[in-house]
């Protein structure tokens, strides 16, 4: 990826959810740029609920008010104009080349912080996809999203390898005003001839399968038992 893998450490994503403790309002103000999460029509939430439960049993009850919760192959994180976009980069990654269930990040659940839908989205699935834009730069939200997701990817070593830059075939934003930090790493480029090859190269089975073990191990209802 180009980043150094020096020293590796393994934990969730670096910040918590609550207010801190020394007068600190920087988590504040991430929550105060995007007050409210994006969220997709009724209509597309519930094709996309339907299609990620389609492979469980016939008559399989699942408990009211409890969504299943899937591990994605891939999260595209974008900025808010370029829904449309990401949608259609969703799209083309599931059914040309197979690569599902993936998620967008305005189909997360709408009613949660912001944040925590971040360490949702980036520990819920195997790969990060960044969707460069003209739009992604002039989105500071965006900003914060791309460095969270690169210091995850360091820190954690199943992680390593996992943030993917993409620049779409629409309105993408230029080598030389892409951040340095994604400089480093070989983006996904959409209108290349090797576009394909790459894809194939990058999201693995084997990665994928390896991250869903670890992932459902977090999901171990023991870890999981609410704070009294």
């Given at each position: 990826m180009g980043i150094g893998k020096s020293k590796m450490h393994t934990f969730p994503l670096c910040?918590?959810?609550g207010k801190s403790h020394g007068g600190d309002e920087s988590l504040d103000h991430h929550e105060s740029m995007k007050p409210e999460a994006v969220c997709l029509s009724g209509v597309e939430q519930g094709d996309r609920a339907e299609e990620q439960t389609e492979g469980a049993e016939v008559g399989e009850e699942i408990p009211e008010g409890e969504a299943e919760e899937v591990f994605h192959k891939f999260v595209i994180l974008h900025a808010e104009d370029d829904t449309e976009e990401a949608l259609r980069v969703r799209e083309l990654l599931e059914n040309d080349f197979g690569i599902k269930p993936g998620i967008i990040f305005?189909?997360?659940?709408?009613?949660k912080q912001h944040l925590q839908n971040l360490d949702d989205a980036v520990n819920g699935s195997a790969?990060?996809?960044l969707l460069l834009t003209e739009n992604f730069l002039r989105d500071t939200w965006c900003n914060f999203q791309f460095y969270t997701s690169l210091m995850n990817s360091v820190n954690m070593q199943h992680k390593y390898n996992s943030v993917i830059p993409?620049?779409?075939l629409n309105n993408p934003l230029p080598r030389e005003r892409t951040p340095f930090a994604l400089q480093t790493i070989n983006a996904l480029?959409?209108?290349s001839r090797g576009f394909s090859t790459q894809v194939e190269r990058i999201f693995q089975e084997s990665?994928?399968?390896t991250q869903q073990a670890i992932w459902e191990e977090t999901r171990n209802p023991i870890q999981r038992q609410p704070i009294a």
């Open positions: 910040f918590s959810w305005a189909e997360m659940p709408c009613g790969w990060t996809i993409m620049r779409p480029e959409e209108e990665v994928y399968k």
